[in-house]
Structures are given as C-alpha cells and as structure tokens.
T-cell receptor, first 115, second 112 residues
Framework: ETGVTQSPTHLIKTRGQQVTLRCSSQSGHNTVSWYQQALGQGPQFIFQYYREEENGRGNFPPRFSGLQFPNYSSELNVNALELDDSALYLC??????????????FGQGTRLTVV | SQQGEEDPQALSIQEGENATMNCSYKTSINNLQWYRQNSGRGLVHLILIRSNEREKHSGRLRVTLDTSKKSSSLLITASRAADTASYFCATDAKQGAQKLVFGQGTRLTINP
C-alpha cells in the first residue's frame, strides 16, 4: 500500500455534468499530480500542485481544474463532462525538493464512466 | 504526448523464465522509473534509476539505463504468475514542469 487514497473508486456520470475526484497524499509528501489513463494507454499528465498552487499543466482544457489543501490533499474537478473523459484518473503523491522529482506513489485510481 | 515507447507491447512467457522489457525516450531526463499496473488498477512503483546511474537491482528486478541511447530495460528474473501485469516506464524531464511522462506500456503474461 502506498498510503495514497482516492475516492470514489468508481463513478458514473452523464455527459454535461460536473465531477469532483479526491486524493489524500502520502504522509510527508507535499506534491500531488493528477493523471488520466484511457483504456490501453499510458497515463497522461493533467496537472500538478505544490504548496497549494498549480505547478505545471499538461495538454488538458480549462474545464479540468484542481485544488490542493493545506494538508496536501487534492481535488480534481471536471466540468461539462464529455464521453472521452471516461478513463481511470490517477493521483500521484511525491515530495518535491531541490528541483528534482523523487519517486511518485500512486493511488488506486478513480474509474470515471461518462454516459 | 507519450515521451517514450515500450517494447514489446505484449510479452507472454512461461513461469520461471526471465522477462525483459525495453523503454526508449526522447529528451534528457533526471530520473527514470518503472511501474507495474494490475488490471487497470493503480500504479505500483517498482524502481527509480537516476540519470547518473547505469544499473540498479531490487530483488528479482534489474534495471539498466543508457542515457546515450535514451533507453532503459527492465529484467524480471524467475518470473511468477503474480508478475502478470502491465509495466510502464516513466521519465521526468530536466526542464519544464515536474511531471512524469509515460510510455504505452508492456503487457506481460506469465503462463503457469
């Protein structure tokens, strides 16, 4: 077990709705990253939060947004859901220091299905 | 976009045999990490190798890194049925956002 927990584990939403996914980072970690993994593909970087601020973003539209809280937990929000948003959403916890990314530890993911 | 490519895309071997997976990437890196994923669940961190390291061992795992060729390999020795999973390499670039860039993965099947 990595100590990174995500909720919920599964979710079904209707196209056009909004969804919030949650992640609790591993104790002692200050950085949370979110990834989207479509079926049969590798994970794709959505964005990263460090000290409650966005610290890098991948090629995802603004309807993907996030938050990091003082306890380093994080939320991923997706507005105006589209069918292509159906995927496994993974949260990764790490401890950023000296500009070097150390090991990232992943949660079990949230399987989002948009119908 | 995917930074790297894993080779082969799928590998099927008999239990007890060794499994070798390769990963190539495109840009200069700080580190390269290997992950395992079982049946669409979360990624399990296996091993990290830094750009100034050439080889690293962890139990039955052996990872090599050749920065001149921008490639890495993961060797699993004495494979077991429980090793059946998808394996991904992930790199973090020397510049830009501190993100992991994954390849498409190798699906490994260990036959009893």
């Amino acid at each position: 077990e990595t100590g990174v927990t995500q909720s919920p584990t599964h979710l079904i939403k209707t196209r056009g709705q909004q969804v919030t996914l949650r992640c609790s980072s591993q104790s002692g970690h200050n950085t949370v990253s979110w990834y989207q993994q479509a079926l049969g593909q590798g994970p794709q970087f959505i964005f990263q939060y460090y000290r409650e601020e966005e610290n890098g973003r991948g090629n995802f539209p603004p309807r993907f947004s996030g938050l990091q809280f003082p306890n380093y937990s994080s939320e991923l929000n997706v507005n105006a859901l589209e069918l292509d948003d159906s995927a496994l959403y993974l949260c990764a916890s790490s401890n950023t220091g000296q500009g070097d990314l150390i090991e990232a530890f992943f949660g079990q993911g949230t399987r989002l299905t948009v119908v | 976009s995917q930074q790297g490519e894993e080779d082969p895309q799928a590998l099927s071997i008999q239990e007890g045999e060794n499994a070798t997976m390769n990963c190539s990437y495109k840009t200069s890196i700080n580190n390269l990490q290997w992950y395992r994923q079982n049946s669409g669940r979360g990624l399990v961190h296996l091993i990290l190798i830094r750009s100034n390291e050439r080889e690293k061992h962890s139990g039955r795992l052996r990872v090599t890194l050749d920065t001149s060729k921008k490639s890495s390999s993961l060797l699993i020795t004495a494979s077991r049925a429980a090793d059946t999973a998808s394996y991904f390499c992930a790199t973090d670039a020397k510049q830009g956002a501190q993100k992991l860039v994954f390849g498409q993965g190798t699906r490994l099947t260990i036959n009893p």
